[in-house]
Every structure is written in C-alpha cells, then in structure tokens.
C-alpha cells in the first residue's frame, strides 16, 4: 500500500473520536521499530537463521531506512508534532 494512503487511512480510523497527540505517535512509531529491529537480531543471531533468511531479515531492516517507509514516517510524524506543540 502506497504510504501517503496507509497514512490517510490511519488517521481516517481516528476521525472525529480521538484528538492524535502527534508526539505519543512518533514516540510510538519510533519504539515500534526498535523493537522489530531487535527481533529481527534475535531471529539472525539466536535462532540460528539459515544463510537465506539472514539476507532476507537484512534486507527488511534495510528497508525501514528507505525514503517513505517506517523510519521516515516517524520523522515526518516527529516533525509534525514540533509544529503543533
């Protein structure tokens, strides 16, 4: 799903019912992928990933780093709150 679009959706979800308070979000969006980002460890190092899986579980967490994808979404959610506040 295109990220603008699982954006607008998210917070379509919370329309009219909830105030979004942006810096509990980027908070939020920012420990979530430190977590996966350990449990993606744990599956490489700890449950003794073949060779195939390794490159897959790296390829993922390359991946957050991309432009639009996990971590330049909590940035962008960073930011919006520095504005709001």
């Known amino acids: 799903m295109e990220k603008k679009l699982e954006k607008n959706y ?3 979800g919370y329309s009219g019912k909830n105030i979004i308070n942006l810096k509990i979000m980027a908070y939020y969006r920012f420990e979530r ?3 996966d980002i350990v449990e993606f460890y744990e599956q490489i190092f700890k449950q003794n990933a073949t060779e195939e899986n390794q490159k897959t579980i790296i390829d993922i967490v390359k991946s957050m780093f991309d432009k639009n994808e996990v971590i330049d979404m909590a940035f962008s959610i960073d930011n919006e ?3 709001v506040a």
């Open 81 to 83: 709150a520095k504005y």
């Open 33 to 35: 992928i430190i977590v």
């Open 10 to 12: 998210f917070y379509k």
